[in-house]
């Protein structure tokens, strides 16, 4: 049996997690979980919302489903995410946005993956005021950050048959960080003849995406431009509710889905759990469970094209436990 550690988050965390570890048992596959607290839930249990023991079951374990945590906004702690993700050295956030026949959404068959820089830019933290006029950030990127997620991306469209890399920045003003971002990029590029490289400016691709997405095939961007292009990805395929992630190291790996706790819809029971259902098929993948990944995948496309449930995010009126069980019974 495999033990993975479980972080039910906070917001509609628990919600989407219940769900997406139902679908796994209903494919057949036993998995010990270990439960693990993080964010708000556990600063009012421990002192901390990143508690020592959370980070130690992950490395212990190597893999973990993890439900989104609420980070408070220009106040407060740092963002547990971020932090997990330097802890663990979780380098890599990859986040596959496909089309689902039976969505409304402006584009039918989008087949983007986002390759995302996860530990440095702006997200490092490196922040201060300047006196009470000025607030300051640092943007760092490094020769061996841009490398490892480069390679990472191009080693990914190999081995999963994409034929194009397109490197995002914005070096036409940030000359030395993004420059050196995208020179990184270009250099990795020489090592893979067989997968076209292009580059885009972060505005022109942002436009881009929103009138012909299908000219994209794999993105890998830094930190940030990777944050918020995840999102309008989501967009173009019906949702947050739809797009699952995984954090990914040499160590081992989190699988979490590209949307937030939702405090606006958390414990009405509405949440869509899609995005972590694949989440959990990410993960099955992962242990070698291939059959049973593929199972819930079938199962979620047959409920969502039949229209057998759907969450109000989709059009539909179904709660979360209805669509679940909708799913549970598609795989069986
Ligand atoms: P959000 O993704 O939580 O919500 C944005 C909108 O999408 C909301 O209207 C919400 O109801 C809807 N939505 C999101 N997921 C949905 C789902 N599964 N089903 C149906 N509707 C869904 O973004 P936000 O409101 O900007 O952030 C809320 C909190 O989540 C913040 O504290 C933020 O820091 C945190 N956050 C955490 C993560 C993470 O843990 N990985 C990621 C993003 C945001």
Redo the contacts with the bound molecule.
Sequence with gaps: MHTVTLIP?????PE?TAAAVEVIAAAGIKINWEIADM?ITALEKYGTPLPDEAIASVKKNKFAL????????GKGFR???VGLRQALNLYANLRPVKSFPGIPSPFSSVDLVVVRENTEDLYAGVEHNIGNVAAEAVKIITKEASNRIARFAFQYALEHRRKKVTAVHKANILKLSDGLFLNTCQAAARDYPDIEFSDRIIDALCMDLVLAPHKYDVLVLPNLYGDIVS?LCAGLVG???LVPGANIGTEGAVF??????????AGKG???????MLCAAMLLDQLGETTAAEKIRRGIEQVIEEKIAL???LGGSSSTREFTEAICRAIV
Aim: aromatic share 0%; net charge negative; hydrophobic share 35%.
């Design positions: 988050g906070d917001g509609i965390g989407v964010g993890k439900g989104p945590v609420t980070t408070p906004v963002s547990v995410n999102d949702g947050l509710g979490e889905a590209v949307h937030g706790s939702a405090p606006d819809i509405i949440a869509n759990p899609t995005a972590l969450t109000r995010d």
